[in-house]
């Protein structure tokens, strides 16, 4: 990750230059990738520079287990996919990031599968950037026609309502939250095959955590259980991985030990100036 990071760091810093202030990064890549990681350094790189840094995580926008749309499907219990993140919460803090309002940046605790206390959630005032970081952060919507078919046994086993759901999200409230972003680092997995490991070294990393901490982290899964979770995640992160190169302004391709294999900054279609970028 090291010459990674230089190599972001340096794009990130020429890309200051000639930006308005703040500048919006987007980091998106597959759960296990080293988005955190990489998003972490940067803050770190950044701050010794002078500059002010706000890092918001689209995981710390989820809804609590009981506030997510179950009704719907129930395959909403599951977080991650679009329609499980307060999005309204999102909107709410970047209007105060980018007004320049101090501003208090959202928390979720994974191992309780429950937002953290707002008295908790950390304050900054007029950031010069905000880093914006999450697994399908900048994702497009699909073609309609490409939901008619399965891609795995969660979907087989459901009747098409919570991949439909999932994409009518994408065209609307996530394509305005995705709108505010600048400039778009994909970190691109060789493929999802790869997900299931790097997941499961989150939750074992997370375990270890939370019993250095003396506590249990009830709502953490087995590598059994981890599997059958990113099956909600693995339509869309395929989806990325085709799609997202074509437009991101930095895409940097990874091997299974994530270490960087290539990096491309294509240049971008001409988009009209009324137009969002992730729609």
Not at 196 to 225: F, K, P, V, Y
């Amino acid at each position: 990750m090291i010459g990674l990071l230089d190599l972001v760091a340096a794009q990130v810093v020429d890309w200051l230059e000639t930006a308005r202030k703040p500048l919006v990064l987007g980091v998106c890549g597959a759960q296990g990738s080293g988005k955190s990681t990489l998003s972490e350094g940067l803050e770190a790189r950044l701050k010794a520079r002078g500059l002010t840094v706000a890092l918001l995580s689209l995981d710390d926008l989820y809804l609590a287990r009981e506030a997510r749309p179950v009704d719907i499907s129930a395959l909403f219990a599951t977080r991650g996919v679009p329609g499980t993140h307060d999005v309204a919460l999102g909107e709410r803090t970047f209007k105060g990031l980018l007004s320049g309002q101090p501003t208090r940046l959202p928390r979720f605790d994974k191992a309780t599968d429950s937002p953290v206390p707002e008295e908790e959630w950390p304050e900054i005032t007029a950031p010069d950037i905000i880093i914006f970081e999450g697994w399908c952060v900048g994702a497009r919507p699909q073609a309609d026609e490409d939901l008619a078919t399965p891609v795995n046994d969660l979907e087989r086993n459901d009747n098409g309502v919570w991949r439909s759901v999932v994409n009518e999200a994408l065209k609307g409230a996530y394509a305005t939250l995705f709108g505010h972003i600048d400039k778009l680092v994909l970190l691109a997995a060789p493929g999802f095959a790869i997900v299931r490991d790097w997941r499961i070294e989150q939750e074992n990393s997370l375990r270890r955590r939370l019993q250095a901490e003396g506590r249990t982290g009830t709502h953490l899964m087995s590598d059994e259980a981890v599997g059958r979770f990113i099956q909600s995640y693995e339509r869309l992160t395929c989806h990325i991985l085709r799609t997202m190169p074509a437009y991101a302004d930095l895409t940097l391709q990874l091997d299974a030990a994530r270490h960087m294999t290539s990096a491309t900054t294509p240049v971008p279609a001409p988009v009209s100036a009324s137009a969002s970028r992730f729609q």
